[in-house]
C-alpha cells in the first residue's frame, strides 16, 4: 500500500475545523463490542509492531519488580503491581497512532510509530504524561503512608512475611481496606480524566485541560457503560500482571487498539 503522506501528525496550527466544538456522544454497550472488534482487527493487522509495545510494557514491570527486591523495598511489589496498570494509557500513545493510520488506510513503518511520542513534543502530550506519571507517585506515596501508620510493627524483610503480615493479621485487613478504597478513587480520578484523553491529543491540536474534560463528559455522561469499560480493563490488566506480567504482551495493544476506536465513538466535532 502506498502512504499518503510521510507524516500526520496535525498541523501547529488548528484549523477551523479542529476549533469546531467537540460533542459528546452516548456511547452503549454495543459501542464497547464493536471497538473491542476493531481493536482485535488493529492488532491482526500488524501482530508484531503491536506486540513490540505490550513486550516493551511487560519488560519494564519485570525489571521494576526485580529492582524493588534488589533494593530491599519489599513492601513496593505489590501496591506497584496494582498501580503499573495506572500508566497504561501513556503506554500505548503507538497503539493509537496505529489504530489511526489503519482507520484512514495509510501505510506506515516502525520509525512512524516509535517516534510519535518525540512528534507530540509541541503539543500537549506531555502534560497527560505528567498528570499520569504524578498520579502513580501519589499511589505508591498514600500506600506508604497507611503502612506506616497501621503496619509500624510489621516486619517487611521478607516477601513472605510482608504477604503474611498483610493478609493474616487484623492490622493487615485494615491496611488492605483503607488501601484499596484510597486505590479505587486515585484509580476512578485517572480513568476518568484519560479514557479518551490520550488518545484525542494524538488526534487533534486542542490542549490537554479541553481534553481531561471531555474525557470526564464521556465518563458522566456514560457511567454505566464507561464503568463497565474500566472493569474490563482492571480485570483484563490485573489477569496479565498475575501471568508475571507476559500476558501484556497480548491484552496491553488490544486494549490500546480498542481504546482508540471507542474514542472515536465517544467523541465528535458538533457540525457548524
Given amino acids: 500500500m502506498t502512504s499518503k503522506t510521510t507524516d500526520t501528525t496535525p498541523p501547529d496550527h488548528p484549523t477551523p475545523h479542529q476549533q ?12 464497547i463490542t464493536a471497538s473491542l472488534k476493531a481493536g482485535f482487527s488493529d492488532f491482526l493487522a500488524r501482530p508484531v509492531m503491536s506486540s513490540f509495545f505490550g513486550l516493551f510494557y511487560a519488560v519494564f514491570g519485570i525489571l521494576f519488580v526485580w529492582c524493588l527486591v534488589w533494593l530491599g523495598k519489599i513492601w513496593m511489589i505489590i501496591p506497584a503491581m496494582v498501580g503499573f496498570p495506572l500508566v ?11 489504530s489511526r493510520r489503519l482507520q484512514k488506510g495509510e501505510s506506515f513503518s516502525w520509525s512512524d510509530i516509535l517516534t510519535v511520542m518525540a512528534r ?54 485494615t491496611f488492605l481496606a483503607i488501601g484499596t478504597g484510597a486505590g479505587a478513587i486515585l484509580s476512578a480520578v485517572l480513568f476518568s480524566v484519560t479514557v479518551v484523553a490520550m488518545p484525542m491529543l494524538l488526534d487533534r491540536e486542542i490542549d490537554f485541560v479541553t481534553a481531561m474534560l471531555t474525557s470526564v463528559r464521556v465518563v458522566t455522561e456514560n457511567p454505566v457503560t464507561m464503568l ?3 472493569a474490563i480493563i482492571s480485570v483484563t490488566m490485573l489477569l496479565s500482571l498475575a501471568l508475571a506480567f ?12 480498542t481504546t482508540w476506536h471507542l474514542y472515536q465513538r465517544a467523541v465528535s466535532t458538533a457540525e457548524a
Fill in 20 to 31: 469546531a466544538a467537540i460533542e459528546v456522544n452516548t456511547v452503549t454497550a454495543s459501542d
Fill in 88 to 98: 497504561a494509557p501513556f503506554a500505548a500513545a503507538g497503539l493509537y497512532e496505529m
Fill in 120 to 173: 507530540q513534543s509541541k503539543r500537549e502530550m506531555g502534560w497527560m504524561a505528567f498528570v499520569t506519571l504524578f498520579v502513580f507517585w501519589v499511589w505508591m506515596y498514600q500506600i506508604r503512608l497507611w503502612l506506616a501508620i497501621i503496619m509500624q510493627d510489621a516486619s517487611f524483610s521478607s516477601f513472605d512475611g510482608f504477604l503474611n503480615a498483610v493478609f493474616f493479621t487484623p492490622e493487615g485487613w
Fill in 228 to 230: 463497565t469499560w474500566a
Fill in 246 to 257: 507476559l500476558g501484556l504482551i497480548f491484552t496491553l495493544p488490544i486494549l490500546g487498539h
